[in-house]
């Protein structure tokens, strides 16, 4: 009987930080987007490979959140950008409250790109808002195709789907077309791009995305302003 409301006064905590998050990231013309997946999926990799990708002189930074360790920082932060590890030490997903705190000591007017890794798991991120722009949401190819229809929320509310590790399909039973067209009962017209980090299949369209992804916010921004 106690726990409904409960839940529902730490979710509606959360979505009033998430709504303060949001209009900073607004003011300041930060994009910031959050990954989430099961664990393993490929979302520090698919990071890994976009800092990679990026001129050092684009303003670009990460908070990686993990239940422990700091090992995906460390992955992340060889690229020289700005990386900050969140270790939520039990928590299984990102809150805006941690957001809040990793971003105290950033100035957003020096951002223009921001990554939340989000921690791996493929359902309690998706219930709280970190102030994001868009959530992405990835599905490797180990995962099986039936995931969308199991996990319907996540991706309900996210953009876009990046179907990670496609250079193991010949090893795999994994019917690439059922699983977009599962995410796609769920969230009709889902953007969605396959991907493979190991041999760098669909990166250049993942990168595009984020290109477009960057000027409809710039657009939106000057069409408020
Ligand atoms: N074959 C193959 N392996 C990949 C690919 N992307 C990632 N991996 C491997 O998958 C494993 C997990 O990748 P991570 O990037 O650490 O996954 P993650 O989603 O960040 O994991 P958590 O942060 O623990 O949730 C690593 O061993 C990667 O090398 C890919 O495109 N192809
Ligand atoms: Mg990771």
């Not at 009987?1 to 990231?25: I, Q, T, W, Y």
């Not at 990679?52 to 002189?57: E, G, I, K, W």
């Not at 995906?72 to 997903?93: E, M, N, S």
Request: proline share 4%; net charge neutral; glycine share 6%.
């Amino acid at each position: 009987m106690n726990r409904v409301p409960l839940e529902k006064k730490v979710l509606s905590e959360n979505d009033r930080l998430a709504a303060g998050l949001r209009e900073r990231f607004r003011q300041n013309g930060v994009l910031c987007l959050n990954l989430i997946s099961s664990p393993g999926s490929g979302k520090t990799m698919l990071l890994e490979k976009t800092l990679d990708a990026l001129p050092r002189a684009e303003r670009v930074a990460v908070l990686t959140g993990d239940i422990q360790t700091e090992n995906d920082a460390a992955r992340l932060r060889c690229f020289g950008f700005p990386v900050k590890q969140i270790t939520t030490g039990g928590t299984c997903h990102l809150d805006a409250r941690m957001i809040e705190r990793h971003l105290a000591d950033w100035r957003l007017d020096e951002i223009d790109l921001l990554f939340f890794e989000n921690v791996g798991n493929l359902v309690c991120p998706s219930s709280y808002d970190l102030g994001e722009a868009a959530k992405i949401v990835l599905l490797s190819v180990t995962e099986g195709e039936d995931k969308p229809l199991k996990y319907p929320s996540i991706f309900f509310r996210s953009e876009l789907l990046v179907i990670t590790k496609t250079d193991l399909l010949p090893y795999v039973p994994f019917d690439i077309a059922k699983a977009e067209e599962n995410a796609r009962r769920v969230h009709p017209n889902m953007e969605i791009i396959r991907t493979s980090c190991t041999q760098g299949d669909g990166l250049k369209d993942w990168l595009g995305w984020l290109e477009k992804r960057k000027k409809a916010q710039s657009a939106k921004a000057e069409s408020l302003a």
